[in-house]
């Protein structure tokens, strides 16, 4: 059977994650039990743990605390690859993670939106090609780490991150903002 995600999974912000070890198990104890919390609308609360740290691994408002806890107790490689999507994700746990071995997870790292120059400096130097791939084509690379790309040894590496490049800035020369707009591409984005 297969558990949809919960709608609202918000109330988790209410616990204190002062002591994150023991507050974090402790949570995650509460909100598998449906008695103490009927709002808890997924299933899964009620029957199983894995659901639960899915669940909070993809969620938005998952607490950074939450998020580096499950990262730190897990060798799960998919729940990390999910953790590493997580916008919430603090810088330190996307360092770790950026050198985990499971080249998958190393992958979700270099597709995070908010990388800092220590992350992105271990990760465009990835024995991996696919993680250098990934990293070339995050559109919210600085562009001088793209003009780096575009020098890397594998030619679609290098390919791939000129065309994020141009692209990057093609927006710029649209918007004046070198950041993503999150909003659907203009035709001359998508045409590049």
């Known amino acids: 059977m297969q558990y949809e995600h919960p709608h609202d999974i918000s109330f988790i912000n209410q616990y204190n994650w002062s002591n994150s070890d023991e507050d974090i198990e402790k949570a995650l104890e509460i909100m598998r039990c449906d008695d103490m919390h009927k709002h808890a609308k997924c299933p899964a609360t009620r029957d199983n743990y894995h659901h639960v740290?899915?669940?909070?691994?993809?969620h938005p408002e998952t607490p950074p605390a939450v998020l580096d806890h499950m990262s730190t107790h897990t060798n799960h490689w998919k729940l990390l690859e999910r953790i590493a999507a997580n916008c919430a994700l603090g810088n330190e746990t996307l360092l770790r993670l950026a050198l985990h071995p499971s080249s998958e997870v190393r992958q979700a790292v270099a597709e995070h939106h908010d990388l800092?120059?220590?992350v992105i400096d271990i990760l465009k130097r990835d024995d991996h090609t696919d993680v250098?791939?990934?990293?070339?084509?995050?559109?919210?690379?600085?562009?001088?780490v793209l003009t780096e790309l575009t020098v890397d040894d594998n030619p679609y590496v290098a390919h791939r991150a000129d065309m994020t490049r141009?692209?990057?800035?093609?927006?710029?020369?649209?918007?004046?903002?070198?950041?993503?707009?999150?909003?659907s591409p203009s035709p001359l984005k998508r045409a590049l």
């Open 116 to 118: 800092d120059r220590e």
């Open 166 to 183: 141009r692209r990057t800035l093609a927006q710029y020369a649209l918007t004046g903002s070198i950041k993503p707009s999150h909003q």
């Open 53 to 58: 740290s899915w669940a909070l691994a993809g």
């Open 132 to 144: 250098r791939y990934t990293l070339a084509e995050n559109h919210t690379l600085p562009p001088d």
